[in-house]
């Protein structure tokens, strides 16, 4: 169904542009490259490298190399994962009874690919049997990926880091035999609905600062630096943030049942839920501000009210099992007076962008945290920063981007790198590192002892057993001390309002780069080429 729906969406598309330009042009299609552009978004449309050459050759008795000129400079890919288990791969056995055309025409493309392989590197049948399209094995399968990037003119991913992995690692082949495909476009948020729309409070002061400029520049957003050192400013700026996160108490607790004090620090993580983003790494946190509670070690404490939120896909049974971890914790936390207002911690179901647009902007710390060289970009970690909250964050994705641009010191970091992650992997001893820390192991303990889970004996052994293990592809105590030690700085941070809202100001004043018009205009200045039309006078 999945591939009937891609190669009718994909087809109907490509008829849809071709039949306009037929009535233009008629048959001739010399000029149909310069002028077009597919723009390949993710491997799910990628089925139509292929169609277009069946196009081309059957209903408009194009020739294979002229077909070939024409979709090899058409088609351009964005790639938007490095994890292999989501690149897109489709039996053989299933093309050849759904689009058996369509299968003939990739035996070509890689027939012909492979050619050019053996004649880049002569003899080296590892390399061909490694780039070919047709995955061998008990049943052949298609790389939708590889076909997308024989086919296409550009291939970039989405933010630096992920497109140097994409050079590095995933298509490295094809990088060393094509790099001047090879590009980056870093992407970004629309400030038309992740500010002006979402956030009207903040919008009203922003603009009376600096003017409205930055609904279509959103790089005037600068001009607020110079306002983060204004007493005033900042006052104004704290009233909104308050009013924004009373407006978020209201859908938590109207969606989750669980009241949060305003006066607390929101501390927010929501996102679709996956091992590699670390919702896990949250918990444990959550689990040693209450060991500490407990221990009565609550000097100088900072209130923090957790909200995690996301859905799971419907077959991933670890991401289920963290949704209910987080749920029984909660239960726990929320219950015990004497816990009180020091910590609260809730379960958000059914995140979608709607709720997004009133989570962003009542939230103060921004949890960006996955195991690092696995977040593509993010952009939840953009929309966040955009509406003055400050990341917690590993050096993953666009995160890196965000710091960049801010500074170290409006930013909390922690965490391996890309390159140490992969290197921990030969020696990772999880077990090791929970005997060596005191707090890592109390947290340990009440996971271990089913404190959480006191009528549920061992519900939760398989997520202790993934934290446990040697083989653990996420991590997640590698970086556990490095996390609770970041988050007592963001603690201690959010004691002193003033620089709080500094810090808080200067998010948002440096979120310019990670608006999608950025990200568009360098789209369209090195793919796409379109002559920009005049500003349309907006009355
Ligand atoms: C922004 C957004 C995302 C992406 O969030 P990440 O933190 O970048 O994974 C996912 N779902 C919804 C509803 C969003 O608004």
């Excluded at 759904?98 to 035996?107: A, F, Q």
């Excluded at 902007?361 to 970009?377: N, Y």
Aim: aromatic residues 10%.
């Amino acid at each position: 169904m999945r591939l009937r729906q891609q190669y009718f969406l994909a087809s109907a598309s490509l008829q849809d542009v071709i039949r306009q330009w037929v009535r233009v042009h008629g048959e001739d299609f010399s000029q149909f490259a310069a002028k077009n552009c597919f723009q390949l978004n993710d491997t799910h449309p990628t089925i139509a490298v292929a169609e277009l050459m069946r196009l081309l050759m059957d209903e408009h008795d194009l020739g294979w190399d002229e077909a070939w000129s024409i979709t090899s400079k058409v088609m351009a890919y964005t790639n938007h994962t490095l994890l292999p288990e989501a690149l897109e791969r489709w039996p053989v056995r299933m093309f050849r009874q759904l689009l058996p055309r369509l299968l003939d025409v990739i035996y070509e493309i890689n027939a012909r690919f492979l050619a050019e392989v053996a004649s880049h590197w002569p003899g080296d049948l590892d390399r061909q049997g490694r780039m070919s399209l047709i995955e061998e094995g008990y049943e052949q399968q298609i790389r939708m990926a590889y076909l997308a990037i024989v086919g296409s003119i550009s291939v970039n991913g989405v933010a630096a880091l992920h497109s140097e992995l994409l050079q590095q690692g995933l298509f490295r082949d094809f990088y060393e035999l094509w790099p001047e495909k090879f590009n980056n476009k870093t992407n970004g948020v629309t400030q038309r609905r992740w500010m002006a729309s979402c956030n009207p409070g903040m919008s009203a002061l922003i603009t009376e600062a600096i003017g409205p400029g930055w609904i279509t520049k959103l790089d005037e957003l600068r001009k607020l630096a110079s306002h983060a050192d204004d007493p005033k400013f900042r006052a104004r700026w704290r009233g909104i943030k308050q009013d924004n996160k009373v407006r978020l108490a209201s859908l938590i607790e109207a969606d989750c049942g669980v009241v949060f004090n305003t006066k607390a620090m929101f501390d927010v993580q929501v996102k679709r839920m996956h091992e590699y983003k670390r919702q896990l790494l949250n918990l444990l946190h959550v689990i040693h501000l209450y060991d500490r509670i407990k221990h009565g070690d609550t000097a100088n404490w900072t209130p923090r009210c957790v909200l995690i939120g996301g859905k799971a896909a419907p077959g991933y049974y670890m991401a289920k099992q963290i949704i209910k971890l987080t749920n029984n914790i909660a239960k726990v936390i929320n219950n015990d007076p004497e816990v009180g207002d020091k910590l609260k911690l809730a379960f958000l179901p059914n995140y979608r962008v709607t709720a997004m647009e009133i989570i962003c902007p009542g939230t103060d710390l921004s949890e960006q945290i996955s195991t690092a060289g696995k977040e593509a970009s993010g952009t939840g970690n953009m929309k966040f920063m955009m509406n003055g909250a400050v990341t917690i964050g590993t050096l993953d994705g666009a995160n890196i981007e965000i710091r960049e641009e801010v500074g170290d010191e409006n930013f909390f970091l922690f965490g391996l790198t890309a390159q140490q992650v992969e290197e921990r992997r030969r020696d990772y001893n999880p077990v090791a590192i929970i005997n060596a820390d005191a707090d890592i192991a109390r947290i340990m303990h009440l996971l271990e002892s089913g404190h959480f889970n006191q009528f549920e004996k061992g519900i939760f052994d398989p997520i202790l057993h993934s934290l446990t293990s040697p083989h653990d592809p996420w991590l997640t105590i590698a970086d556990l001390r490095g996390f609770i030690d970041a988050q007592q700085q963001a603690s201690l941070a959010y004691q002193d309002q003033e620089k709080w809202a500094r810090m808080s100001i200067l998010n948002t004043a440096f979120s310019g780069k990670f608006s999608t018009d950025r990200t568009m205009l360098e789209y369209n200045a090195e793919i796409w080429k379109l002559q920009p039309l005049p500003e349309m006078p907006m009355n």
